[in-house]
Structures are given as C-alpha cells and as structure tokens.
C-alpha cells in the first residue's frame, strides 16, 4: 500500500489531540474514517501504534518513533511546496511571533530566514518584550506563538520546550578574578545586575541566594538582555546570563565566566502556541521552531544549549 499524505497526517493530528473525535472534527471527517485510516498504517507497518482503552490513548515506542518521521515527512513537503512557489501562495499572514530577547538575539533570525526561504511572501510580525507580557498578550490573542520562560496554561494553548540555555555567572575582569572561586556568599557580597524584581529571570536569580534582602542594597534592574551585558562590560557589577548571548565578549575577554561553587539553573525556552482547530499553518510553523532550535544548538557549545 502507497503511503498517503492524508493518512500521515491523520496519525500526527491524532497523536497530537489524543482524541478521535477531535481529531475528527479537526479534519473535518468522521471517527470510523480516522479508526480506518490508523489501521491501515498499522497493517503496513505489521504493528500497533496505540494503545487505548477506556480513557487511556497512548503511543507505544513503535507510535513515537513513527510520529517523528511522520512530522519529518510533512514538513518537507510543505518545504517542497514552498520551493516550487505553491507554499508562497498558501501561506496566511501575518504570523506573529513573540520572543525574549535571548532568543530572539540568537536563534530567531534563523527561524525567521527559513520561513521566508520557504514562504518569501509571508508577513511576519517580531514583538521582542518579556516573559510576563509575552504570555499576557498571548491569552489576549496578541500573538500567534511566544518563546518566553513560562507556560501558557490557559484551555486552549499547548506549550513545549524548545531548548533549555545554561546561565553563566560573568563579569569585567575590572570587578572580578577569573581564577577564584566564589562561594555564594562572596558573591553576594558584589553589585548584582539583573532583571526587574518582577520578572520571570529575577524569580531564577533570587531564590539562588536563599534571601532577597542580600540582593535587596546591591541590586541594579534593568528590562534589557543587552543593557544588562553591557552594564557587566564596564563593571558595575556581576550578572547570571545566558552563555549562548555572551560568547563573543567571553572569547574577547571583555567578560570572564564566575566560577561559583554553587551553580546556577539552566534556563528552559518555552514555546506557546494556540491549539485551535484552525491553525494548520501554526503548526507548521511550530514544527520549523523545533528544527531550527535543533540545529541551532547542535552548532554551539552543548555545555551552553540542548534540547531537553
């Protein structure tokens, strides 16, 4: 039997909702069609797929390791459509992609490059803010997908992780001694730059001391990734930053990295998308998010990002 496309995708949409009836609704068929076309695949791959029973859809390994190839599969074609001009024409607009600013100064511009590679005539519309106002305008419908710190975990978005940053203490070699290593206290005892108190960062930087009121006379806040490398270059105090957003001022020396007995958290990026039923090309979209973050990572130093 010829493998169709509608079947492929059948098995990602039913993998994804976890739901026959959904999944139904969502490609607008019936149940017994999308039973029939899960068991044709399972009888050219003399295997099963799922497990269900009452209440309970699972994939078995065999599902998963399908799934992904599946999800390969449709994301080349959608590739091959925009290459031969059928994917330009198709493609709705705008989409409107919100980020923090350590994806956005790192691996956005690949993502945003390989849309328009595959669908030059996209609009695309970049908002770069924090994480509180990126997940409060995605609930507004403000945006189509968000690449922040924390979930959106409203009824109808689904949230996964699209890479997880290590956060590395630095600092001018003006303010601090590269070949020291600093116990928690020590470090406190220096300026701290970080985010404001409000934000999704300072929630990672403050329980890393146990006690705000330590940070409370030596704190300076600011709302900008780049403001804040800045500030460390010219030595007004020492800050925990992505590593993946200083590696060329670690490699000029313009900073050095902290060795702290303690360390400190990796940074997960998490993605939040709307689940609605009419969001086709969102999904592709998603599915391009996770390959270009895959890629991205596997170019740099994996001690700095990773897929979780």
Known sequence: MAMRIVDMKTFVVLARNRHFGRTAEELNTTQPAISSRLAAIEREFACRL???????????????????HFETILDNVETLRGEIGEGASHAPGPIRIGAIDSVSSTWMPLLIDSLHQTFPNLKIEMTVDGTKPLVTGMRKGDFDLVFCLHPVLDDGFRNYTACVFQMTWAGSPKLIDPDRTYSVAALADMPIISFPKDSAPYQMVAPYFHDEQVLASKLTSCNSLYAIINLLIDGFGVGAVPSVTISRELSSGLLHPIKV??????MPIIASYQASTQQDFIRRVVRRARATAEHYCAKVNPAHAWID
């Open 50 to 68: 799922v497990e269900r029973g009452e209440g309970r859809f699972a994939l078995t390994l065999d599902g998963e390791h399908v799934l992904r």
């Open 261 to 266: 007995a303690k360390r400190f958290p990796p």
